[in-house]
């Protein structure tokens, strides 16, 4: 009887033990299975992170697929209207992108073209050799495009020399420090907020090797599209103040149809920073920088191939090249 007792009692405690011994088992693994969980979670979300912060580096042209993008539509032989509606594409080089090629398009140099679209400035540039050319837009389809033009124009080793950064200027460019021999933007900082435009001037301080170039286009009040806001860009200009072109209700003030022309996708924002050649060169020279030359042009007429450099009452544009100062 007592043996019989101590081995049921035996039996009890084993199932006991295996019984609780289990348990441990099973939480451990349900433990380490939720760690890896975790952990899987962590690296999901850390590669997440990752591919948002490859957004606004750069981007090797050779990587990039072209295979479904389609040729730009020309409103006539000298322009084609931009892919998300904000004005043309030009073709011809400005003076002002002329001299960049002429003096930046070096085998030993490295520059960025701000706002590049899918004009030939970048195609010109490379076509003489540079060492490295960033083209930066926020429109990620005006670099795809401008690859595809690249492709079918030079060739495939010129790719390795052209990279990419999808990215609005100024908040989304990535911090350089005396990165560039050049940078240049044309017809782009009068999209830009008056505190975007002094945001953006010192980070091309700041991104200029000492003794490197600034290349600028703007568009100019003098246009016809502007002629109703002219007084008061005048006014303002007599007053001495520097964002004397800033607009704030473009839409309503400005003559669209002088503006719109063949395009009608043509979408104008309400805030814009108009520039008058002087103008333009007081901007450059209150951040710093030596002005070395400035221009007003017209742009090129259906019949013609080229801007005209005109006096500042008869422009579209102006422009200015201007050179970091040592620091």
Known sequence: ???????????????????????????????????????????????????????????????VNVDEVV???????NRSPTLNGTGYIFYPLTPIGKAFVTNEAQKNKKVIEIGAGFSDLSIETLRKGILKYTANDMSEAHL??????VKETLSHDT????????????????TAKQEYDA??????IHFMKPDEII??????KMALKEGGKLYITVASPYSKA????????????????????????????????AAVSSNSKYKVPDEMVLFGRKNLEKLVESQGMEVISSCALRIPLETENEWALVEEEESNVVGVIAKCKPS
Not at 144 to 149: A, G, S, T
């Open 71 to 77: 040729s730009p539509e020309k409103v006539d032989r």
């Open 226 to 257: 502007y002629q109703k806001m002219l007084p008061d860009y005048l006014k303002r200009q007599k007053d001495g103040v520097l964002m004397a072109g800033h607009f704030q209700h473009m839409t309503r003030d400005m003559d669209l149809n």
């Open 199 to 204: 945001e953006f001037l010192n980070w091309c």
């Open 1 to 63: 009887m007592l043996q019989t007792i101590l081995w049921v009692g035996a039996v009890l405690i084993g199932g006991a033990v295996a019984f609780w011994t289990g348990r441990y088992v099973i939480n451990c693994i349900r433990g380490k299975h939720k760690q890896n969980n975790e952990k899987g979670s962590a690296i999901h979300q850390e590669n997440h992170i990752i591919k948002k912060l490859n957004k606004v580096l750069e981007i090797s042209a050779v990587d």
């Open 144 to 149: 795809k495009m401008l690859v595809k033009r």
């Open 183 to 188: 940078i240049i933007a044309e017809k782009v």
């Open 159 to 174: 790719l390795l020399s052209l990279t990419l950064i999808p990215a609005k200027a100024p908040q989304e460019l990535p």
